[in-house]
């Protein structure tokens, strides 16, 4: 009986040691680890040090207070917690820890953003909470001496390895100061948060609102700076709502900032669709902006073409120094990388209003694609207001704007006094595609008719080298006359003051054919006349297509004269040229007409001595100018091979030679 009641008692006596001691064993433990954590963090020579260390066994509540941590690099940037509380927490192996939530109370951030001028920023952020973590136990350390990108790459690779369902920040305050800034810029967030945090992947993130001011020193006048003073300080103010981004790879930003990445031509996509709200800003010299919204369906990379750390490595050692030619070159041609591995799909700012002491301003939206340094850049929707009036633009686009290749162009001038050959300007052509303008309102002088722009296309392409083979151009368009003009004269005495112009131009080379023809060729001047045709040329050679001057004079010897249609009707224009002709001569318009035609025929009648179809022309001609409102045919198709460069020559010798070369036919008719 003795050995039971004995055997009870020092159960009894170890449970209620296990009860105390296990407790304290744990509160040691954590102890042991939160301080081994802070010992790696000051192995690379960082300052880092906490405050009390609590641990409940029971709830597994880990609470660190009075954590700071500075960087040994100078200038240093350093960052502060208040406290930070781990609930729920558990350890899924050996070398990852879990907690239900990670709330962290009054973070202070301060550092210096390196570049051309110091940045010093700071953040408050009173509270961030973490829901569902899980990461590693501890996390590598950044060996000492590592370049801005290495940083950034291990602490994208840390980031990597955390899981989150979501994470919180309700507010936070920041501060700038330096750069062009005549004062600290200040910041405002509120409503920041993201979730779903997985494998490298964020599902989305949501800002609510980004609240700015700031002031700025603006340049003096000469007169000022002559006299030692400075501009006038100005204060802006603004904010953005509702940014929130999806679908962002961290996977993305390692491939960019991986040694290897100039093996990796791929395309990466870092975040997909990305939209904001209003964005208005505001300044004290008078000028308001306002943006109903931004959006970006896509945002990738190609690592292989961004080249970060050559990038980094051309800049100058020194921001005082001015670089070199040769670096000037370098960098630019590092640029002009960056933009081929960016790419921009459906970027679109909408609803821009703008306010200023000069007048209103207003753009419905500003759209950009660009891929491979490629883009398109549309402006839609400009109302605003000119020195002689209202000006309005519904839509300026070009099209094909090859950024990176204008890049290069300028690197390869960028030594002092170089200047580009004027055989080198045709290279400029293939840096576009085309340009589009719609709907464009102007006035042409102050209180005239506005000039009227429906549309404008011109497109190019097609190269050879570096010439176009193949161009369009559609234009319509309607403006007002110019009084002050004496050739205009004969128009504005038959009571026309307003032209319409209706175009559509076609160039374009057929390679498998040989053939070079104009066509479409339409044009038609409101109240003049309608005009179609179609020149064709043949045994066009590949090698004409040059800047070499002598190699195209010698390629261009081969090639032939194929035909020529014209068609020409008359919506006034023959009745303009009789009361012109009336007008000179003073003489009836009936007695003008029959003046016209007498002369078209003794011009035709010495023509047609050396070429009988030219007479059919001079009849057609004729009754074309007889009755108004006809139509006049003509086509001329060659006898034999007609070489093109005897033709022109010719034609600037004996025109009635070069006519003969050619069968004629030509009609009026109604």
Same mark, same amino acid.
């Given at each position: 009986?003795?050995?039971?009641?004995?055997?009870?008692?020092?159960?009894?006596?170890?449970?209620?040691?296990?009860?105390?001691?296990?407790?304290?064993?744990?509160?040691?433990?954590?102890?042991?680890?939160?301080?081994?954590?802070?010992?790696?963090?000051?192995?690379?020579?960082?300052?880092?040090?906490?405050?009390?260390?609590?641990?409940?066994?029971?709830?597994?509540?880990?609470?660190?207070?009075?954590?700071?941590?500075?960087?040994?690099?100078?200038?240093?940037?350093?960052?502060?917690?208040?406290?930070?509380?781990?609930?729920?927490?558990?350890?899924?192996?050996?070398?990852?820890?879990?907690?239900?939530?990670?709330?962290?109370?009054?973070?202070?951030?301060?550092?210096?953003?390196?570049?051309?001028?110091?940045?010093?920023?700071?953040?408050?952020?009173?509270?961030?909470?973490?829901?569902?973590?899980?990461?590693?136990?501890?996390?590598?350390?950044?060996?000492?001496?590592?370049?801005?990108?290495?940083?950034?790459?291990?602490?994208?690779?840390?980031?990597?390895?955390?899981?989150?369902?979501?994470?919180?920040?309700?507010?936070?305050?920041?501060?700038?100061?330096?750069?062009?800034?005549?004062?600290?810029?200040?910041?405002?967030?509120?409503?920041?948060?993201?979730?779903?945090?997985?494998?490298?992947?964020?599902?989305?993130?949501?800002?609510?609102?980004?609240?700015?001011?700031?002031?700025?020193?603006?340049?003096?006048?000469?007169?000022?700076?002559?006299?030692?003073?400075?501009?006038?300080?100005?204060?802006?103010?603004?904010?953005?709502?509702?940014?929130?981004?999806?679908?962002?790879?961290?996977?993305?930003?390692?491939?960019?900032?991986?040694?290897?990445?100039?093996?990796?031509?791929?395309?990466?996509?870092?975040?997909?669709?990305?939209?904001?709200?209003?964005?208005?800003?505001?300044?004290?010299?008078?000028?308001?902006?306002?943006?109903?919204?931004?959006?970006?369906?896509?945002?990738?990379?190609?690592?292989?073409?961004?080249?970060?750390?050559?990038?980094?490595?051309?800049?100058?050692?020194?921001?005082?120094?001015?670089?070199?030619?040769?670096?000037?070159?370098?960098?630019?041609?590092?640029?002009?990388?960056?933009?081929?591995?960016?790419?921009?799909?459906?970027?679109?700012?909408?609803?821009?209003?703008?306010?200023?002491?000069?007048?209103?301003?207003?753009?419905?939206?500003?759209?950009?694609?660009?891929?491979?340094?490629?883009?398109?850049?549309?402006?839609?929707?400009?109302?605003?207001?000119?020195?002689?009036?209202?000006?309005?633009?519904?839509?300026?686009?070009?099209?094909?704007?090859?950024?990176?290749?204008?890049?290069?162009?300028?690197?390869?001038?960028?030594?002092?006094?170089?200047?580009?050959?004027?055989?080198?300007?045709? #290279?400029? /052509?293939? @840096?576009? =595609?085309?340009?589009?303008?719609?709907? %464009?309102? +102007?006035? *042409?002088?102050? $209180?005239?008719?506005?000039?009227?722009?429906?549309?404008?296309?011109?497109?190019?392409?097609?190269?050879?080298?570096?010439?176009?083979?193949?161009?369009?151009?559609?234009?319509?368009?309607?403006?007002?006359?110019?009084?002050?003009?004496?050739?205009?004269?004969?128009?504005?005495?038959?009571?026309?003051?307003?032209?319409?112009?209706?175009?559509?131009?076609?160039?374009?080379?057929?390679?498998?054919?040989?053939?070079?023809?104009?066509?479409?060729?339409?044009?038609?001047?409101?109240?003049?006349?309608?005009?179609?045709?179609?020149?064709?040329?043949?045994?066009?050679?590949?090698?004409?297509?040059?800047?070499?001057?002598?190699?195209?004079?010698?390629?261009?010897?081969?090639?032939?004269?194929?035909? #020529?249609? /014209?068609? @020409?009707? =008359?919506?006034?224009?023959?009745?303009? %040229?009789? +009361?012109? *002709?009336?007008? $000179?001569?003073?003489?009836?318009?009936?007695?003008?007409?029959?003046?016209?035609?007498?002369?078209?025929?003794?011009?035709?009648?010495?023509?047609?001595?050396?070429?009988?179809?030219?007479?059919?022309?001079?009849?057609?001609?004729?009754?074309?100018?007889?009755?108004?409102?006809?139509?006049?045919?003509?086509?001329?198709?060659?006898?034999?091979?007609?070489?093109?460069?005897?033709?022109?020559?010719?034609?600037?010798?004996?025109?009635?030679?070069?006519?003969?070369?050619?069968?004629?036919?030509?009609?009026?008719?109604?």
């Amino acid at each position: 009986m003795k050995r039971v009641v004995i055997g009870i008692l020092v159960a009894v006596t170890l449970g209620v040691g296990g009860f105390v001691g296990v407790p304290w064993y744990a509160q040691a433990r954590a102890e042991r680890e939160v301080e081994a954590s802070f010992a790696q963090i000051r192995q690379n020579g960082a300052s880092a040090s906490h405050g009390k260390v609590a641990f409940d066994l029971w709830s597994r509540k880990l609470t660190i207070a009075d954590v700071k941590i500075e960087s040994a690099a100078q200038p240093p940037a350093s960052i502060s917690f208040g406290t930070i509380t781990a609930n729920g927490l558990s350890q899924p192996d050996n070398g990852h820890v879990a907690a239900s939530s990670i709330e962290v109370s009054d973070v202070a951030i301060a550092g210096q953003i390196p570049g051309p001028a110091a940045l010093r920023v700071s953040y408050k952020l009173p509270q961030i909470v973490v829901k569902d973590y899980a990461g590693p136990a501890r996390f590598a350390t950044i060996p000492t001496g590592s370049g801005l990108l290495e940083s950034y790459r291990a602490l994208i690779q840390q980031f990597v390895a955390i899981n989150a369902s979501a994470l919180t920040i309700p507010r936070a305050t920041g501060t700038m100061e330096g750069g062009p800034a005549a004062g600290p810029a200040e910041f405002t967030y509120s409503g920041f948060t993201v979730e779903n945090i997985k494998d490298g992947r964020i599902a989305s993130y949501r800002l609510d609102e980004v609240a700015f001011t700031m002031s700025m020193q603006q340049p003096a006048n000469k007169f000022a700076a002559s006299a030692g003073q400075s501009g006038k300080i100005e204060k802006m103010q603004g904010r953005i709502a509702d940014i929130v981004h999806r679908d962002i790879d961290a996977g993305a930003f390692l491939a960019v900032l991986d040694p290897e990445a100039a093996k990796d031509d791929s395309s990466r996509r870092i975040y997909g669709r990305v939209t904001t709200g209003a964005y208005e800003v505001s300044s004290d010299a008078g000028v308001r902006m306002r943006m109903d919204g931004i959006s970006l369906d896509e945002f990738s990379v190609r690592p292989s073409r961004l080249q970060l750390p050559a990038l980094i490595a051309a800049l100058p050692a020194s921001t005082a120094a001015q670089p070199t030619p040769e670096q000037a070159r370098e960098i630019m041609e590092r640029v002009a990388g960056l933009y081929e591995g960016l790419g921009i799909r459906n970027a679109e700012m909408r609803g821009m209003a703008i306010e200023t002491p000069q007048g209103p301003l207003k753009l419905a939206a500003i759209r950009v694609d660009l891929r491979d340094g490629k883009g398109d850049i549309a402006v839609e929707g400009f109302d605003g207001n000119s020195p002689n009036g209202p000006v309005k633009l519904g839509r300026f686009a070009l099209k094909g704007f090859d950024v990176a290749s204008l890049l290069r162009f300028a690197a390869k001038y960028a030594a002092q006094d170089a200047k580009p050959a004027p055989a080198d300007a045709v #290279v400029l /052509l293939k @840096l576009l =595609d085309g340009v589009e303008l719609k709907g %464009l309102t +102007a006035p *042409y002088k102050a $209180g005239d008719k506005p000039v009227r722009i429906d549309n404008i296309s011109l497109d190019w392409g097609q190269f050879v080298g570096p010439i176009p083979t193949k161009a369009r151009l559609a234009a319509k368009m309607a403006g007002p006359l110019d009084t002050a003009n004496p050739a205009l004269l004969p128009l504005l005495v038959a009571g026309i003051d307003t032209a319409a112009v209706d175009a559509d131009l076609g160039l374009g080379w057929t390679e498998s054919a040989g053939t070079f023809a104009l066509e479409p060729f339409k044009l038609e001047v409101s109240n003049l006349v309608a005009a179609s045709a179609n020149v064709s040329l043949s045994q066009v050679p590949r090698e004409v297509f040059t800047i070499d001057l002598q190699q195209a004079t010698t390629a261009a010897a081969k090639i032939e004269a194929s035909g #020529v249609a /014209l068609t @020409l009707r =008359d919506l006034g224009v023959v009745d303009v %040229l009789v +009361a012109n *002709y009336a007008r $000179g001569h003073a003489i009836p318009r009936d007695a003008a007409r029959k003046a016209l035609i007498d002369s078209i025929k003794a011009i035709g009648a010495q023509v047609a001595a050396d070429n009988v179809d030219a007479a059919s022309a001079v009849d057609a001609l004729s009754r074309f100018i007889e009755r108004p409102r006809q139509t006049f045919t003509l086509k001329l198709s060659p006898r034999a091979k007609v070489p093109a460069m005897q033709l022109a020559q010719l034609i600037a010798i004996d025109p009635p030679s070069a006519l003969a070369q050619f069968k004629i036919e030509a009609q009026t008719a109604p």
